[in-house]
């Protein structure tokens, strides 16, 4: 009870933080400031800090931390401080992180990246950092796609605005590493904890005593660990031990993972006893920094039992054991068989293991100009290809995208060596790729010409091939936004980049997922419209006429609206944007299953308004769902399109673009019009 009271009082903190956005922070001149009420007090930021790290200091996180996170989240709002507010809320997902609160953490993090947009701070140092803590919430909850979305993003800005040796630059390097590693992505997790390891060696004044140098060692031993380079791992987890008593930082909260790592070197060196050891350290340093309550201690606590449990068994049983493991690969040569690996996936080794060595080997001097990714159409750039995906352009492929100069330079060339890499792979038990030098026939060839979707491009070819614009509209051009279709920018901005030295095609990709916040709204607005008028009104009344066809295309129109206002509303920036019709729903299934998802229940709802269409508009003579009628769809159907207009209003109200509890979405237009800044007539209804 007492901590739903305390998630009461923030959640009402950062709203009332959200409610002073919307006016701009202007309190009005007969509004509680101007008489003298709810006097601001200043909020300090450091005091704050240095009031969470004492807390740190004295090990009492775990009772003390989350209580003193969410009062300063209310002094912060108080005091009308957002700067102070942002700093806390980051605070608070590192916190809420270590605590396994991940479900709590998903409204935190919602909240900081829409105040740090509305503070104007994006490409800023601070937007960097809230990135990078956004994206290791995600991470930790498991949300890869999100958070590798965030990493690449911050990792985008902190290249223009870190040095080269700044620590938080390793810092992100160090927790993409982590994203791959957990995504089963090794040899690019290596190269990711390889460079903030250079990093913080050369940033340090005493590598052998610095905690940030023992973190990425013990990071990079976990890494080769998973890439059965055992010998090397054992070298960085030991050095990292050694840091953590040179520097004699064994009361620090890291120390555990430096113990629980080194544990797992052991474990699989088959020293069991020794691991069971680390572990037993790990464990009592975990509780207490952060208390036994933790998913923190929890898994730690299984692997000691794991390692307990194999204590008297020798090293010839578990070498005998590890021989056992199925080693059965499978050779595909052509894709007349079913392949179990993600189009994404395939890409992604195909580019590690043969484009990037050929580029290196062939091209050494645009080795550092060269991006490289899988973005565009298809459905594996959206990550839902599957078995059924396989019948049409399927087979390994990746892109290369160059800048105009080194296009007119090596373009022609480069594209023939890309055609003659060899595409023949095996595949192990485990999912594992390997690339080697057969011939791999596609059952149908891929697109080629002006329609292809891999190969060498000129960034703003590629660009302009999917949106006819080779840079992103300016923010102050909302009449071109608005003719792009969100299945447009969808396309220009889904998949995954490989490798981008110069930040580049990036930039310009990121350019189209930073929709201007006065279109969006515009937008939001135009979708509140049509739901009212083909859900609202004329679906209603097409069913009462016995009008199935009219009935059937109203529904059409109220889905196809609805999904839309779903993406626009949790920020086409974090979710990315809805795609074309055949993935709409693919796209909102994903989005409704992630944690800090707004109107979670939509989509749920969208597809049983489509399942009863049949019945409700034909009486069920079109799926054979005859009998009772079509009476009890039809209210169904009524039913749950008002209810979601209700969760509409409900979340519009959260969001302050309304004051209105009007459920009759078209009357909520003028509010959420009133937010929109310019005054340009393409962004309002007539």
Not at 21 to 39: I, L, Y
Not at 271 to 296: N, P, W
Request: proline share 3%.
């Amino acid at each position: 009870m007492a901590d739903d009271a305390m998630d009461a009082r923030l959640e009402q903190a950062l709203l009332g933080m959200q409610a002073k956005h919307a006016h701009d922070f202007d309190a009005p001149e007969n509004g509680p400031a101007a008489q003298g009420g709810n006097e601001l007090h200043d909020f300090d930021v450091n005091e704050f800090l240095h009031g969470l790290d004492a807390i740190f200091d004295a090990h009492n996180a775990a009772e003390k931390a989350g209580p003193y996170l969410e009062q300063a989240a209310v002094d912060a709002e108080n005091a009308g401080d957002e700067a102070g507010l942002l700093t806390v809320l980051n605070e608070t997902m590192g916190f809420y992180r270590s605590q396994g609160r991940h479900k709590e953490n998903q409204w935190i993090v919602q909240r900081a990246l829409e105040l740090a947009l509305h503070m104007g701070l994006e490409g800023t140092e601070s937007w960097a950092t809230t990135l990078i803590n956004c994206a290791t919430a995600m991470r930790a909850a498991k949300r890869y796609d999100q958070a590798e979305d965030l990493y690449h993003q911050a990792l985008d800005c902190a290249n223009k605005n870190f040095a080269p040796n700044d620590r938080r630059l390793a810092a992100l390097h160090n927790n993409l590493s982590m994203l791959y590693s957990e995504t089963n992505r090794l040899p690019q997790a290596e190269i990711e904890l390889r460079q903030a390891l250079h990093i913080v060696e050369a940033a340090s004044v005493n590598p052998d005593a610095d905690i940030d140098v023992a973190s990425s060692n013990t990071n990079l031993a976990l890494v080769l660990l998973q890439e059965s380079k055992l010998k090397e791992a054992h070298i960085h987890a030991t050095k990292a031990l050694t840091i953590y008593e040179t520097g004699k930082l064994t009361h620090s909260a890291h120390y555990a993972s430096a113990l629980a790592g080194c544990a797992q070197v052991l474990y699989v060196e088959h020293r069991y006893g020794e691991a069971a050891s680390h572990y037993r350290s790990a464990l009592a340093v975990i509780a207490e920094c952060y208390g036994k309550d933790t998913d923190y201690y929890r898994v730690t606590e299984a692997n000691l039992r794991e390692a307990e449990a194999q204590i008297g068994n020798d090293d010839v049983h578990a070498a005998n054991s590890a021989d056992a493991t199925s080693t059965e690969t499978n050779t595909n040569t052509d894709a007349t068989a079913e392949i179990a690996v993600s189009g994404l996936k395939l890409a992604r080794a195909f580019w590690t293991q043969v484009g990037k060595p050929m580029i290196t080997a062939q091209y050494p001097q645009y080795v550092g100009r060269i991006a490289a990714g899988l973005v565009g159409h298809g459905s594996e750039c959206y990550g839902f290809d599957d078995a059924y995906s396989q019948d049409h352009d399927f087979g390994p492929r990746f892109c290369l995208w160059l800048t105009d100069d080194d296009y007119e330079a090596i373009g022609e060339q480069l594209e023939a060596d890309y055609e003659a890499l060899p595409r023949g792979f095996t595949m192990d038990a485990q999912g594992r790729v390997t690339f080697i030098d057969i011939p791999f026939s596609p059952t149908t060839p891929r697109a080629q010409g002006a329609n292809r979707r891999d190969g060498v491009f000129r960034i703003g070819d590629f660009f302009e091939s999917i949106t006819g614009y080779r840079t992103a509209p300016a923010q102050t051009a909302p009449h071109e936004w608005l003719m792009l279709a969100e299945s447009t920018l969808a396309a220009a901005t889904n998949g995954e980049v490989f490798a981008d030295p110069t930040g580049q095609f990036s930039k310009t990709r990121q350019g189209f997922k930073n929709m201007p916040d006065d279109v969006r709204l515009a937008l939001i607005s135009k979708r509140l419209g049509m739901i009212a008028q083909a859900g609202q009104y004329n679906l209603p009344r097409s069913l009462k006429r016995g009008d199935g066809a009219a009935a059937w295309l109203s529904i059409h129109e109220f889905v196809q609206a609805t999904a839309s206002l779903v993406f626009l509303v949790n920020v086409p920036m974090v979710v990315g944007y809805m795609p074309y019709y055949k993935w709409q729903f693919a796209a909102l299934r994903k989005l409704s299953g992630s944690m800090f998802a707004l109107l979670p229940n939509v989509g749920e709802q969208l597809e049983t308004v489509m399942r009863l269409s049949s019945a409700a508009c034909y009486g069920g003579a079109g799926f054979g769902e005859g009998g009772k009628g079509a009476a009890p769809a039809i209210e169904k159907i009524n039913d749950i399109v008002e209810q979601i207009a209700v969760d509409i209003v409900k979340e519009l109200k959260r969001e302050h673009l309304t004051t209105s509890g009007e459920t009759f979405l078209e009357w909520q237009r003028p509010y959420v019009e009133d937010h929109i800044a310019s005054d340009d007539p393409v962004l309002k209804s007539l």
